[in-house]
């Protein structure tokens, strides 16, 4: 049975700080990884991740996917109040998303 | 831009009765799902249709839960009877395609309470 799982379920950080979430996968026929940001309503999509070893970067967040691994990872530097919530990881496989149950980031003034 | 409709946004209803929930999915997009997700999990695939078929409801608990999709465009999810584990947000979903890897793009949900 497809599986993922994050870690850690939780991280309380201070603004400023970097974080790092995981995400590691036992997936039949891979074919991608995706991170969503969720705040109290619906999943809104971040990155997307099929090559392994390529960055992926967006201002303050950047993830990268080690295949070999079978893992990815979620950073974000210089973290603000605004980055509070659930970071979401899900492995595409047979045509279906398969979700981890999320890591829930909370960022301190 | 274009954005997945969802409706109702809450939902309160007691246990053993029926409820329906709408979903509208950005124009073009031929895949659409139908997510449940419990509060502290991650969203769980209860059923995923390309056009008007199902590709896949291995998850869907078909006692009580149904889906359709008649014209390939929008969908009903309707559960009869509610039961109080059926409390969950309900999230829809749409992708261009199936067969490529795309993201998902997600509506504002259907939070359910059942009493």
């Known amino acids: 049975e497809d599986k993922v799982v994050q870690s850690p379920l939780s991280l309380v950080v201070h603004e400023g700080d970097t974080v790092t979430l995981n995400c590691s996968y036992e997936v039949t026929n891979f074919r991608s990884l995706l991170w969503y940001k969720q705040e109290k309503k619906a999943p809104t999509f971040l990155f997307m991740l099929t090559s392994s070893g390529i960055e992926k970067k967006s201002g303050r967040l950047s993830s990268i996917l080690d295949k070999k691994e079978l893992s990815s990872i979620l950073n974000i530097t210089a973290t603000q109040t605004g980055d509070s919530a659930i970071y979401l990881c899900?492995?595409?496989?047979?045509?279906?998303?398969?979700f981890g149950q999320g890591t829930r980031l909370t960022i301190n003034p | 831009e274009a954005e997945v409709a969802q409706s109702p946004r809450y939902k309160i209803t007691e246990k053993s009765q029926a409820v329906a929930f709408w979903c509208d999915p950005i124009?073009?997009?031929?895949?659409l799902y139908w997510y449940r997700q419990i509060l502290g999990q991650g969203p769980e695939l209860l059923v995923q249709f390309q056009d008007e078929s199902v590709v896949d409801d291995s998850q869907l608990p078909k006692d009580r839960f149904s889906a359709e999709r008649l014209k390939g465009v929008d969908s009903t999810l309707k559960i009869q009877p509610a039961e109080l584990g059926d409390s969950a947000m309900y999230l829809c979903a749409s992708s261009p395609f199936s067969s490529e890897p795309y993201e998902q793009y997600f509506g504002p949900g259907t939070r359910l309470t059942v009493t």
């Open positions: 899900a492995v595409e496989g047979a045509q279906k998303l398969v």
């Open positions: 124009s073009g997009h031929a895949t």
